[in-house]
């Protein structure tokens, strides 16, 4: 089954940086790739980065050119790294495959805090 551990969370001033970690493990096809969700107090959970099966990177409009996904293989590791942080990211963050069909499976780790001051 897969197991993800997400940390790196913290408490940052707006327009600093914070690099998130995920170590996962489990099924192959459902850690192959994976994404960064979020879930802001009020809000859904949304995709907001994620590697593609094709080894390309997908990110939301309001995060582009601030935050940049990134793997180590050997570490069985995905990274975030989120720069020029702004209030509006503050959210938990999760790690998770963005494929439906590992999606459906439930699995989510306990995510990290990211809280963005002014």
């Known amino acids: 089954q897969v197991q993800l551990m997400e940390s790196g969370g913290g408490l940052v001033q707006a327009g600093g940086s914070l690099r998130l970690s995920c170590a996962a493990s489990g099924d192959i096809m459902c850690i192959s790739a994976l994404g960064w969700y979020r879930q802001a107090p009020g809000k859904e959970r949304e995709l907001v980065a994620t590697?593609?099966?094709?080894?390309?990177?997908y990110y939301i409009d309001s995060v582009k050119g601030r935050f940049t996904i990134s793997r180590d293989n050997a570490k069985n590791t995905v990274y975030l790294q989120m720069n020029r942080l702004k209030s509006e990211d503050t959210a938990v963050y999760y790690c998770?495959?963005?494929?439906?069909?590992?999606?459906?499976?439930?699995?989510w780790g306990q995510g990290t805090q990211v809280t963005v001051s002014s």
């Open positions: 590697e593609t099966t094709s080894n390309g990177t």
């Open positions: 998770n495959s963005p494929l439906r069909r590992c999606l459906e499976r439930g699995y």
